[in-house]
């Protein structure tokens, strides 16, 4: 694969309810564990586990509020994300160029 993907933080964030929780947390500013699983089909336990799975790669800093904890994205983190899916992508975006140049080679010796 690519070199410089963090395979950490792309297994964290490849979960669909995770990316959700991210956008959240980047529409609201933040949230805490409650605060999201009223806006989410999971209960708040479930919440905190994908939280945490979202902290130990560093994509949300946790700081207490109350008797919660708040969470924020990082926004270095996704930055790094960003960038590395871009670098995915454009490696990719490579690849198929190669492909199709390979498929429209067999096509054209075929129609000769």
């Known amino acids: 694969m690519t070199s410089g ?8 964030i490849g979960d669909p309810m995770r990316r959700r929780m991210v956008d959240l947390l980047l529409a609201s500013g933040g949230g805490t564990a409650t605060s999201l699983s009223d806006q989410l089909p999971v209960t708040r336990q479930a919440v905190a586990k994908h939280l945490g799975v979202l902290d130990r790669v560093g994509l949300v800093h ?27 992508g454009a490696t990719w975006d490579a690849r198929l160029r190669r492909i199709k140049l390979i498929a429209e080679a067999v096509q054209r010796s075929k129609e000769k």
């Open 5 to 12: 993907i963090d395979d950490d933080l792309w297994s964290a």
């Open 62 to 88: 946790v700081t207490p509020a109350g008797r919660e904890m708040r969470y924020q994205v990082d926004d270095e983190q996704l930055a790094r994300a960003v960038a590395q899916l871009s670098s995915v």
